[in-house]
Nanobody
Framework: QVQLVESGGGLVQPGGSLRLSCAASGGLLRLSDVGWFRQAPGKERELIACMPSIEGDTSYKDSVKGRFTVSKDTAKNTVYLQMSNLEPEDTALYYC???????????WGRGAQVIVSS
C-alpha cells in the first residue's frame, strides 16, 4: 500500500526555518510529479510548489518564491520542503501529493502542521 507521510512541522518564530519531509513507500516519488500544498484555517488549499518527475525546474507560488525550496533524495524516497524566513501568513497544514493538481493526485499524506508565531 502506497503511503505518503509528512513530518517536520512545528511551532517557529517569524523569521525562522523549518524543513518538512515527505516520505513515500516504494519508489513512487521517482515516477511522479510532487506537489506541496497548504491549507490555512478558513482558506482553500493552495499549491505552493511543484516538482516535476522529469528533469525540469520546480515552480513556486509567488508568496513563497525565494523563501521555500523543494529537493528530493531519491535513495530515501523522500522529498523535502525547506522553508526559511517564515511569516505568520505561512501558518497552515502542509501536504505533499503525487501530483501538482490536487483533484487528480492518487496519493497524499495527512499533513504536517506549521505554526509561525511569536
Amino acid at each position: 500500500q502506497v503511503q505518503l507521510v509528512e513530518s517536520g512541522g512545528g511551532l517557529v518564530q517569524p523569521g525562522g526555518s523549518l524543513r518538512l519531509s515527505c516520505a513515500a513507500s516504494g519508489g513512487l516519488l521517482r515516477l511522479s510529479d510532487v506537489g506541496w500544498f497548504r491549507q490555512a484555517p478558513g482558506k482553500e488549499r493552495e499549491l505552493i510548489a511543484c516538482m516535476p518527475s522529469i528533469e525540469g525546474d520546480t515552480s513556486y507560488k509567488d508568496s513563497v518564491k525565494g523563501r521555500f525550496t523543494v529537493s528530493k533524495d531519491t535513495a530515501k524516497n523522500t522529498v523535502y520542503l525547506q522553508m526559511s524566513n517564515l511569516e505568520p501568513e505561512d501558518t497552515a497544514l502542509y501536504y505533499c501529493a503525487t501530483d501538482c493538481l490536487w483533484s487528480v493526485a492518487l496519493y497524499w499524506g495527512r499533513g504536517a502542521q506549521v505554526i509561525v508565531s511569536s
